[in-house]
């Protein structure tokens, strides 16, 4: 079979991923109304193309936070990706130094940050945190990440609890008895597991934007927090000092009706009035896709399920498929957008369908 887009790639992730694993990918909260309309969203934008801009020579770089990445496509924090390749994360590192890109690594990863660090050395990465209740596990896990030369610290804010995936209660999901998260190994000792691999109300509830403060004190790391989706919220980041906002709402999997991100892009960038960087996550599956989120000001979007889907088909090599894909599709929608290069891109660039 040609893997010719990245449904492809999500329709082989489908028939051949035992069907718990490909449940647990594919989950939305709820109704899945927000997962649904991530995708959506992106269909009632229309562009307005230029002609004759002298599009011969394309240049698709750009920076995050003073790193220079090929192309504006990185690697969102997805958990558990040996459910999907045996060298799970490790193959996921290796992908995005390959097409020289940034890989967000998760707190719920199957393989520990060492060896994500190991599997590819020099590799741009930015490490995601989950508070648990147990604070001393999360300031070791930010002080052992910082060490190991990961370049950012990524909170995700939108997790108090964790949203209710029907199918998840429904197939009785737990990880593999020979899965462990990693990262995570011996810091609850002698408590029951949940469905996750963590104790039950492990993560903790109580955090403000007063932890902001805390992070910084641990870390002289830039802090980016993931999950912010109104524009109070965006001020807020900004007043306590982050340096990037990623517009998310967890793929659909937490509050179901929130909005869909590239919906939510608008008033966040508006907000921010480029104070701080803002990237996006959520429905990208075209490298058209990736034109819209950047015309409406995102600097960069971050891929999940799809980059599960290419390591379900062939590992490192799968990933970087996907990846070339969305490159080369941002590429082309470019080109025929009349934007040589990404500076090139801006507002004018779409309108939002009246239909």
């Known amino acids: 079979m040609a893997m010719v887009c990245l449904l492809d790639f999500e329709a082989y992730a489908e028939k051949y991923l035992p069907k718990i694993a490909w449940d647990f990918f594919a989950a939305g909260a709820d109704e899945c109304s927000t997962r649904d309309e991530n995708i959506l969203a992106y269909k009632r934008i229309r562009f307005r193309p230029r002609m004759l801009r002298d599009v011969s020579m394309l240049d698709t770089r750009t920076k995050i936070l003073g790193t220079e990445i090929s192309f ?24 995005a130094k390959a097409m020289g890109t940034c890989y ?6 199957t393989c520990s940050l060492e060896e994500i660090a190991a599997a590819a050395p020099g590799g741009f990465r930015w490490f995601q945190l989950y508070i648990h209740r147990n604070r001393a596990v999360s300031r070791q896990l930010v002080q052992q990440a910082e060490a190991l030369g990961f370049q950012g610290l990524v909170l995700t804010a939108d997790l108090p609890y964790t949203g209710k995936r029907r199918n998840d209660v429904r197939n009785g999901f737990r990880l593999p008895p020979h899965m462990k998260l990693k990262n995570l190994e011996g810091a609850f ?5 949940s469905e996750y691999g963590l104790p039950p109300n492990s993560l903790d509830p109580s955090v403000t934007w007063d932890d902001i403060y805390w992070l910084r004190s641990l870390t002289h790391l830039p802090i980016v927090i993931k999950g912010i989706l109104t524009k109070e919220d965006a001020e807020l980041a900004v007043r306590h000092g982050v340096q990037g906002i990623i517009v998310s709402n967890h793929g659909g999997r937490q509050l179901d009706g929130a909005p869909a991100t590239i919906d939510a892009l608008v008033e966040v960038v508006e907000a921010v009035r480029d104070r701080v960087e803002v990237y996006l996550d959520g429905g990208i599956r075209k490298g058209s896709d990736v034109l819209k989120a950047l015309a409406l000001g995102a600097k960069c979007v971050f891929i999940g399920r799809p980059a599960l889907w290419g390591l379900a088909y062939k590992g490192e090599e799968g990933l970087q498929d996907v990846l070339r894909i969305l490159r080369d599709e941002f590429r082309l929608s470019m080109a025929l957008a009349g934007c ?16």
Do not use: M, N
């Not at 504006?72 to 060298?87: E, M, R, Y």
């Open 72 to 95: 504006p496509v990185g690697i969102a924090p997805t958990g558990f990706h040996q459910l999907a390749w045996p060298d799970g994360e490790k193959s996921t590192a290796r992908a």
């Open 104 to 109: 967000i690594a998760s707190t719920y990863s």
């Open 189 to 193: 000792e002698g408590d029951d597991r």
């Open 340 to 355: 040589a290069s990404i500076s090139e891109i801006g507002q004018d660039l779409v309108q939002f369908s009246k239909l």
